[in-house]
């Protein structure tokens, strides 16, 4: 059974068709990326995923279950997202419990102090971090609550959108491993949109490359290292991220 | 003990929801205060609510009793703001109409401030359809003037200090409505609305936990600021003989009478003239005053 399965699916926004025909199938488990130029369709795929981009047809499943046009509550328990922007992603009045309890409430599960102490120690976060607001935080604290915010339903497949194209340099490296210990721990699978293909070389097992809303190549991780792309847009897209093709 | 000493409320790293939310007033109370206008707000608004709230103790004579032996007395030793036609202290009368001035500026906040913000947050939420029908019903009642509408209503309703509050209170929602609208606009599409909508949570819980209260602080502010506007409105209405009816205090009818004698004894319009002006400052300076402090903008800053 594959985690996430996608059939010739087609997104718009209104009358503009921003996806068209994407197919594949994610395996469970595995770390899979989309990478492409910025408005290529990479972020509104995980968008229609998540449900937050109702407007599609074609087929997603999600574990085997086709998943419908909206959120809804069975799916929040087996796919959560991080968003890229870990300053627009967290409720400036909220303090950082809160955020963790509200899924918890949501789904109106028990022993919730427990349960945040110990998400926030999975993601490194100390315990004084608990009661502050997102003002008083770092922009790689935020995104360290978010991921926990994501975690709290203990979902088994992740969408992750671009989770460290806004943070600086030294903090990317450290939600990345940070991102890659969690996977390994909980054995999630990772749907990651990323136009940084070092981060793919470091995190997936295979990529989607897009462009203009279809999916043009899917290749393995490794051809990172050696440039065997065969569709001509990936192999401009691995040239002008400093790779060569060694063939 | 450590607990509300000053580096409690301003821990950096608070030990609960509690010490959180007490340094977060506290640090919005410090700020106020630091506002030397908003503290001349605070004073009159506090000076009135402890007046309403102490009234038939203050006031030298009764409200109502009357003394025609006494009738339009000037400003004494005995009567400090003078006497009525009926020979009544305007002085108790202006202590005793701060409960019906308290009362109706309460009554109108209470009632219109949750409907104007639901409905304005719903609109903006949802979009399409529901605004389109929610806010052409605002923009309805937007366009009449205020003083007319509630005119209308009460001449509809029949005079009387409750229909009169009524009356504001439905005239004062679209303005409330358009503002919770525009705010919610600005943050709806923003990723923690995402996020908690993709948790499960539905509508209701996001309009209510995550929209409204961030729609609360301008609200409150803009509140204030049309609290002079309710008083002056609820005022106008008793002078027009449709508030609150005689022989109650209440300002707007007090100067209503003393319309009568103005050119000869001007006290009797004039100081419950002044009472309406004071108690329209104080909540002016006090809404500036928090627009500073709870601006979100500054929130986030400090």
């Known amino acids: ?247 | 003990m450590r607990m509300l000493s000053r580096d409690w409320y301003l821990d950096d790293a608070p030990a609960s929801r509690l010490q959180a939310n007490a340094g977060r007033f506290y640090r919005a109370g410090g700020l106020l205060l630091r506002n030397p206008l908003a503290v001349v707000g605070g004073a009159i608004i506090l000076l009135l609510v402890l007046t309403a709230a102490f009234a038939p103790w203050i006031a030298p004579y009764s409200a109502v009793g009357q003394d025609l032996s006494a009738r339009l007395l000037p400003p004494s030793a005995q009567h400090w703001m003078g006497t009525d036609e009926l020979g009544r202290d305007i002085l108790s009368r202006v202590i005793h109409g701060a409960r019906i001035t308290l009362m109706i500026v309460a009554l109108v906040a209470v009632i219109s401030a949750p409907l104007g913000l639901i409905i304005g947050a719903v609109s903006g939420y949802f979009g399409g359809l529901v605004d389109k029908v929610l806010m052409g019903i605002t923009d309805v009642f937007l366009s009449m003037p205020k003083l007319i509408l509630a005119l209308a209503f009460v001449a509809a309703l029949g005079p009387g200090i409750e229909n009169a509050i009524i009356a504001i209170a439905i005239t004062a929602w679209p303005a409330y409505a358009r503002i919770a609208r525009a705010e919610t606009l600005t943050f709806c599409q923003s990723d923690f609305i995402g996020a908690t909508r993709l948790l499960g949570a539905s509508h209701g819980r996001i309009i209510l936990r995550h929209v409204l209260p961030l729609c609360t602080s301008s609200m409150i502010i803009r509140v204030t600021l049309d609290m002079a506007g309710i008083i002056l409105t609820a005022a106008g209405l008793g002078f027009l003989g449709l508030g609150a009816q005689p022989p109650l205090p209440e300002w707007g009818a007090m100067i209503s009478r003393g319309r009568v004698f103005i050119l000869d004894q001007w006290w009797v319009a004039t100081m419950p003239g002044f009472a309406i002006i004071l108690v329209s400052l104080g909540f002016c300076f006090l809404g500036d005053g928090l627009r500073d402090v709870l601006d979100p903008k500054q929130g986030g800053k400090s």
């Open chain 1, 1 to 247: 059974m594959s985690a996430i399965s996608l059939q010739d699916l087609d997104i718009s926004y209104g009358t503009a068709k921003v996806v068209e025909g994407v197919s594949f199938d994610v395996a469970e488990g595995e770390s899979f990326a989309l990478v492409g130029e910025s408005g290529s369709g990479k972020s509104t795929v995980l968008k229609a995923i998540a449900g937050l981009a109702p407007d599609w047809t074609g087929g997603i499943s999600v574990l085997g279950q086709p998943r419908g046009h909206r959120p809804d509550r069975g799916f929040a328990r087996r796919c959560q997202m991080v968003f890229q922007d870990p300053y627009g992603s967290l409720h400036p009045r909220k303090t950082v419990d809160t955020v963790l309890s509200e899924p918890l409430q949501v789904h109106g599960l028990g022993n919730r102090d427990a349960r945040v102490e110990e998400m926030l120690g999975a993601v490194g976060l100390d315990r004084r971090f608990r009661f502050r607001y997102p003002h008083q935080l770092s922009g790689g604290q935020r995104q360290r609550v978010a991921i926990a915010r994501a975690l709290m339903l203990e979902p088994k497949v992740m969408l992750l959108d671009e989770p460290t194209s806004a943070l600086d340099v030294s903090v990317q490296a450290e939600i990345l491993n940070l991102l890659k210990r969690l996977r390994a721990e909980q054995g999630l699978t990772y749907l990651m949109v990323t136009h940084n293909l070092p981060v793919v070389g470091f995190m997936c097992d295979r990529m989607a490359v897009m462009n203009r809303g279809r999916v043009v190549e899917i290749a393995p991780a490794a051809a990172l290292h050696d440039g065997s792309f065969s569709d001509p847009y990936s192999r401009a897209l691995y040239a002008a991220s400093g790779g060569t093709a060694h063939d």
